[in-house]
C-alpha cells in the first residue's frame, strides 16, 4: 500500500496476464504508466530502488555468490549468464571482475 507521494513501480495483475506500471501519487491522486517493455519497467525498479538508498545487487567474494535483490534487466542477466552459473532465479555463481561489470551495469556513478 501507498502511503505517500512519488513514484512506484507496481504489477497488477488481473486474470492471468500481469501488467507492469509505474504508479504516480500526488495528494492521493493516482496515474498509472505502462512501460513499452517489461525490460523497462526492470530497470526502472532498479532505478527506484537506488534512489530509495537500496542495495539492488548482493556478493560474497568469499563463494562468488551474486543475488540481485529485484529483477535484473535482461542486458544485466545476460552478462551472469555469460560469465557465470546460474543457481537460482536471480542468483549466479560468478567471479570477482564480472560482479564488478555487473555492478558498473546496474549501480551506474554519478
Known sequence: RVTSDGC?????TSGYAPRYVV??????AA????PQSRDLWRWIVVGATLAAGDQALSYDP??????FLGPPPRQVERAALLTGTQIGAWSWEINVKAYAV??????ARR
Open 31 to 34: 496515474t498509472l504508466w505502462q
Open 23 to 28: 504508479l504516480s501519487i500526488l495528494d492521493g
Open 62 to 67: 568469499a563463494t562468488g555468490r551474486l543475488d
Open 102 to 107: 555487473i555492478a558498473d551495469l546496474i549501480e
Open 8 to 12: 512506484f513501480p507496481a504489477v497488477i
